[in-house]
T-cell receptor, first 115, second 113 residues
Framework: EAGVAQSPRYKIIEKRQSVAFWCNPI?????LYWYQQILGQGPKLLIQ????????DSQLPKDRFSAERLKGVDSTLKIQPAKLEDSAVYLC?????????????FGSGTQLSVL | SQKIEQNSEALNIQEGKTATLTCNYT??????LQWYRQDPGRGPVFLLL?????KEKRKERLKVTFDTTLKQSLFHITASQPADSATYLC????????????FGSGTQLTVLP
């Protein structure tokens, strides 16, 4: 079974530039999550999708971050404009469905450096 | 406010010994708790889930306990191996105003040969 695919693996940009990350979840997984993980910290949820609808985006900085999951499969997360404090690893995860006690399958992440 | 704490220091142990990692939480009453393993440059990998009505759960060399009175979970790796070296994350299930999983910051375990 293929895992969660993410790209790119690394991205270096200057502040105020824009960047986009892509995620393809495990086939059949209805729920998709984007997490931000700052060095030395645990992942922090940015947004959760159930199929192509948003379940929770309460911690997404909506003035600069946006995400979509068209057709309920793959997803993109965008930052525009980027700030220095956005330097982090952006992890995508998926799970079979809501209410499955939250067992998540993670991709390897995109490491973003904002200079 | 809700808070989750794992071993504040990195943990170094000798190969063959039992590693014990601690997860304490306050102002939560999660229905379940999970443990994940994270290797450098990789995403977390699910290891075990324990529910609030379960005291202990085992999987091969792993054992997790969940004490809802103490608000603590212990994660044990017996007969530890250098390949067990990684960061281990404690994760609380939804509780109260925390509608999503809440991740701890992790404990970095190093098993020395």
């Amino acid at each position: 079974e293929a895992g969660v695919a993410q790209s790119p693996r690394y991205k270096i940009i200057e502040k105020r530039q824009s960047v986009a990350f892509w995620c393809n979840p495990i086939s059949g997984h209805a729920t998709l999550y984007w997490y931000q993980q700052i060095l030395g910290q645990g992942p922090k949820l940015l947004i959760q999708f159930q199929n192509n609808g948003v379940v929770d985006d309460s911690q997404l900085p909506k003035d600069r971050f946006s995400a979509e999951r068209l057709k309920g499969v793959d997803s993109t997360l965008k930052i525009q404009p980027a700030k220095l404090e956005d330097s982090a690893v952006y992890l995508c995860a998926s799970s079979f469905n809501l209410g499955t006690e939250g067992k998540l399958f993670f991709g390897s992440g995109t490491q973003l450096s904002v200079l | 406010s809700q808070k989750i704490e794992q071993n504040s220091e990195a943990l170094n142990i000798q190969e063959g010994k039992t590693a014990t990692l601690t997860c304490n939480y306050t102002n939560y009453s999660p229905a379940y708790l999970q443990w994940y393993r994270q290797d450098p440059g990789r995403g977390p990998v699910f290891l075990l889930l324990i529910r609030e009505n379960e005291k202990e759960k085992r999987k091969e060399r792993l054992k997790v306990t969940f004490d809802t009175t103490l608000k603590q979970s212990l994660f044990h790796i017996t007969a530890s191996q250098p390949a067990d070296s990684a960061t281990y994350l404690c994760v609380l299930g939804p509780s109260g105003s925390a509608r999503q999983l809440t991740f701890g910051s992790g404990t970095q375990l190093t098993v020395l040969p």
